[in-house]
């Protein structure tokens, strides 16, 4: 384990990543014939769609083990009381308030396209737009409320003695190189009552239970690797096993998805292979991350900073960049490229000279940083 005060630098990077692949997720998918999303414009292709569907299924299950992960981690280091007051400063304020102020402003750039200026307005001043009230992107904070709230509830009830136990069988299982196929059997488990051979966003704000249990499971076993963390040595040393073994599971995945109906045997067959899939990229994406992206960089770490802004304040905006490139004529892929340069392009300045310096970047980065560009030798420390 770290030394107390030290940061998880590689791990830091990992939750950025899943951050930026969530961006380049809604962009594409714009451009899609599948899925549901809230534009679609005349001319769309299946390119993108194989990475989509890969994505989708570790993304948000990376996420949830490095929220596990941190989760123990501020528990360990700063107790109940500071521990919950970090996560409602970092989670609960930016859930609440990106709802707030996100949500109206997607409703009213959807609208202003469908019915114009004036229509559009009164839809939104007559609180009309509130009958569709969604949590939008920002679901995943609020499972992670819930999760936290489970979380807790489970240190309360359960004994020393059985956490001591515990930690015998986890260790053993990580320590083999097999270590994924039993958390394989237990999401697949998970996978079961999904509509489809993967995991499921949420349709509203009341938490769904399958969807809570299916992410309960990377975050418990994020928790567990905290407390254990001599073991992410292991996860680093068979970073190319597991991608190996990744890159062949999601092959398969992929191919009863796309080129199998989905009754029958494969029911049971493509939701098998989505858990191995999910498990082996799991490991290999934390163990690569851990092996090339464990030292201090000043520009990894701005980046780190900054993608939470970004993911939170990027979908009003990309989806208004859309709009205007529906009649262009330009290929799909061009506009897929064009609105994620642009969507970056805008945010990463309003972050840096509206956020991080700001209190909004002490909500959302923990500390305010100074206008002023900082010496790496400071900023390291």
């Excluded at 936290?148 to 320590?175: D, E, H, K």
């Excluded at 490991?283 to 780190?304: H, I, N, P």
């Excluded at 304040?313 to 208004?320: Q, R």
């Excluded at 509206?354 to 500390?367: A, D, K, S, Y």
């Amino acid at each position: 384990m770290q030394p107390v005060g030290s940061r998880y630098h590689a791990l830091d990077a990992l939750r950025a990543a899943m951050m930026f692949l969530g961006i380049y997720l809604h962009a594409a998918a714009g451009y899609s014939p599948h899925g549901d999303w809230h534009i679609k414009p005349p001319q769309v292709t299946t390119a993108l769609d194989y990475t989509i569907a890969w994505i989708h299924v570790f993304r948000m299950p990376v996420f949830y083990v490095m929220a596990g992960f941190f989760a123990a981690l501020l528990l360990a280091r700063n107790g109940f009381a500071r521990a919950a007051q970090n996560r409602f400063v970092r989670i609960v304020v930016p859930l609440v308030v990106g709802c707030i102020v996100l949500y109206p402003v997607l409703a009213f750039v959807l609208a202003l396209d469908r019915v114009g200026l004036p229509k559009a307005s009164e839809y939104i001043l007559s609180g009309r737009f509130l009958t569709r009230a969604h949590p939008m992107h920002l679901w995943f904070l609020e499972y992670l409320l819930v999760l936290y709230v489970l979380g807790i509830v489970v240190v309360i009830v359960v004994p020393r003695g059985v956490w001591a136990r515990l930690a015998a069988p986890f260790r053993s299982t990580m320590q083999s190189v097999w270590a994924p196929l039993p958390l394989v059997g237990v999401s697949l488990l998970a996978l079961l009552p999904m509509k489809w051979a993967g995991l499921e966003d949420p349709p509203g704000f009341m938490p769904e239970p399958r969807i809570v249990v299916a992410y309960g499971i990377p975050f418990a076993f994020g928790w567990l690797l905290y407390l254990n963390a001599d073991l992410l040595d292991v996860l680093r040393r068979r970073a190319w096993l597991y991608s190996a073994a990744a890159v062949l599971a999601s092959l398969v995945y992929l191919g009863l998805l796309y080129f199998v109906a989905q009754r029958g045997w494969n029911f049971y067959a493509a939701r098998t292979a989505h858990a191995l899939a999910m498990w082996c990229l799991i490991f290999a994406v934390t163990g690569l991350f851990l092996r090339y992206l464990a030292d201090y960089s000043a520009l990894r770490r701005y980046l780190c900073d900054s993608s939470y802004f970004l993911y939170i304040a990027h979908l009003p905006l990309l989806v208004a960049l859309q709009i205007p490139l529906l009649a262009v004529p330009l290929p799909p892929l061009a506009k897929v490229a064009l609105v994620l340069a642009a969507t970056i392009a805008v945010l990463l300045p309003a972050y840096r000279y509206g956020v991080r310096p700001t209190f909004i970047g002490v909500v959302l980065n923990g500390r305010r940083y100074p206008l002023q560009l900082e010496p790496v030798a400071a900023a390291a420390a």
